[in-house]
């Protein structure tokens, strides 16, 4: 399986890079405008429906007015790493896009070449080195603000991100492993016969939840949580830098959506029926069907937005870390020793595919009995925690008076009818050795 071979004029490079950042930015302006009128239908509202056709021109009203707005940096803020960080955000965000393919060849003012900027053996993993830089954007976002919320935004995001780029890498590798290659033209040819969202589902399902939360949306935007954050790693900024920021966000969701048409969904070439149509995968067709399937999975970034409540943050950490990553490291065993079997015995497809069904049977039957027991063993801690609740209270158990928790009983009572009852108790248990002393005296 051959890659393609790019030897195109410098004036055909520059026309490339012009054509992917205005696609960029036209997918960035749609997709505003198509979440507000999307969860405005959800919620039983309008949406944006006046300025243009459509209310379609609104998304670029608004970025221009914020543009626009006044620029308000905090005093405490080192300003070399404050003006930075948004431009690596948006700079990552745009040449994630240098080796992502948008179709086969293509006659251009008589020259024949792909609709694919460039391309070489690793260009997924350069993907992934774009978007680990880009991590650097958020961090130094707010760190370079001088103040608390921005920072713990900032280091939320690091830990989020990083987490599950891991799940994210791993569920790669199962595609390397049945494509034989690294290179995103060579993974689209791969999947000519049948998608490897088919034949690596776990693979499929695992990445399509770790880009969610490598892209901090909801319900995974726990680094701009605004009940906690007040507004993440920017807070702080304002005008354009913030205006780089939100552009930033939305380039990655269509980023990461056209990897997962890459690497999953096949890539340019048409669905079926319509691969049925010789011409389908010849020309400009592609393009539209690479289109069609990247506002799919934007179409699942805004229900998600519009249906999920945000998780804690504990919560989302433990499932990338015990569910998302495990979950990765055992498909692959499983796909590896599947090629394995294939190539030593001559197995066939369908025995395979019998195969990794029961190896996922196992994996979510194993999944839900460890749940289950999880489960019995976090209720038991909940009664045992209830049941010490329940005993009765005494505040000056230690030596000093501490308050009760919540759940805890406690009878209220008065420094002087307290000191009332130590008095009374003193007096009671001293009468008695009074009366018998006095005997004692009489009897003598």
């Known amino acids: 399986m051959s890659e393609m071979v790019f030897n195109d004029p410098w004036w055909l490079i520059i026309l490339k890079v012009l054509a992917i950042f205005v696609l960029l930015v036209l997918l960035t302006l749609f997709t505003i405008?198509?979440?507000?009128?999307?969860?405005?239908?959800?919620?039983?509202?309008?949406?944006?429906?006046?300025?243009?056709?459509?209310?379609?021109?609104?998304?670029?009203?608004?970025?221009?007015?914020?543009?626009?707005?006044?620029?308000?940096?905090?005093?405490?803020?080192?300003?070399?790493?404050?003006?930075?960080?948004?431009?690596?955000?948006?700079?990552?965000?745009?040449?994630?896009?240098?080796?992502?393919p948008f179709g086969p060849m293509v006659s251009i003012f008589?020259?024949?070449?792909?609709?694919?900027?460039?391309?070489?053996?690793?260009?997924?993993?350069?993907?992934?080195?774009?978007?680990?830089?880009?991590?650097?954007?958020?961090?130094?976002?707010?760190?370079?603000?001088?103040?608390?919320?921005?920072?713990?935004?900032?280091?939320?995001?690091?830990?989020?991100?990083?987490?599950?780029?891991?799940?994210?890498?791993?569920?790669?590798?199962?595609?390397?492993?049945?494509?034989?290659?690294?290179?995103?033209?060579?993974?689209v040819a791969a999947q000519e016969p049948i998608w490897y969202a088919v034949i690596l589902l776990p693979s499929f399902l695992i990445y399509v939840t770790a880009m969610v939360g490598e892209t901090n949306r909801a319900p995974f935007d726990l680094p701009e949580a605004e009940g906690e954050l007040v507004g993440g790693f920017?807070?702080?900024?304002?005008?354009?830098?913030?205006?780089?920021?939100?552009?930033?966000?939305?380039?990655?969701?269509?980023?990461?959506?056209?990897?997962?048409?890459?690497?999953?969904?096949?890539?340019?070439?048409?669905?079926?029926?319509?691969?049925?149509?010789?011409?389908?995968?010849?020309?400009?067709?592609?393009?539209?069907?690479?289109?069609?399937?990247?506002?799919?999975?934007?179409?699942?970034?805004?229900?998600?937005?519009?249906?999920?409540?945000?998780?804690?943050?504990?919560?989302?950490?433990?499932?990338?870390w015990k569910v998302l990553i495990p979950a990765s490291l055992v498909w692959i065993v499983v796909v590896a020793a599947a090629r394995v079997v294939r190539n030593e015995y001559s197995a066939s497809t369908q025995e395979l595919l019998l195969v990794g069904a029961g190896a996922l049977v196992v994996i979510v039957v194993g999944s839900w009995v460890v749940q289950i027991r999880s489960d019995r063993k976090e209720k038991r801690e909940i009664e045992r925690a209830e049941a010490e609740m329940r005993k009765p209270f005494d505040p000056y158990e230690g030596g000093y008076p501490v308050p009760p928790l919540p759940g805890q009983e406690f009878t209220y009572s008065s420094r002087r009818s307290a000191a009332g009852a130590v008095v009374a108790g003193t007096v009671t248990s001293e009468a008695p050795q009074d009366a018998q002393t006095s005997q004692e005296g009489t009897d003598a």
């Open 110 to 187: 008589g020259v024949e070449t792909p609709l694919q900027l460039t391309d070489f053996p690793v260009s997924v993993l350069y993907v992934l080195a774009i978007a680990s830089i880009g991590i650097y954007g958020i961090v130094l976002a707010g760190w370079s603000s001088g103040s608390t919320y921005p920072l713990l935004g900032g280091l939320r995001s690091s830990a989020q991100m990083i987490s599950y780029e891991l799940a994210m890498s791993m569920s790669f590798v199962a595609v390397f492993l049945y494509a034989g290659s690294m290179s995103t033209s060579a993974i």
């Open 234 to 320: 920017h807070t702080e900024y304002s005008s354009l830098k913030f205006a780089l920021f939100f552009l930033a966000e939305y380039i990655n969701m269509v980023t990461v959506s056209a990897l997962a048409t890459t690497l999953f969904l096949g890539g340019w070439r048409a669905p079926w029926p319509i691969s049925l149509w010789e011409s389908a995968n010849t020309g400009w067709w592609p393009l539209l069907w690479w289109l069609i399937k990247v506002q799919l999975f934007i179409f699942v970034f805004i229900w998600l937005r519009g249906t999920l409540p945000r998780l804690r943050y504990d919560q989302f950490m433990r499932f990338g």
């Open 33 to 100: 405008w198509w979440e507000r009128r999307v969860v405005g239908r959800m919620q039983n509202r309008i949406g944006p429906n006046r300025v243009g056709p459509f209310g379609l021109l609104q998304s670029l009203m608004d970025g221009l007015k914020l543009a626009l707005k006044e620029e308000i940096i905090p005093k405490t803020a080192h300003r070399a790493v404050y003006w930075i960080a948004p431009v690596i955000s948006a700079s990552m965000a745009f040449l994630a896009f240098a080796v992502i």
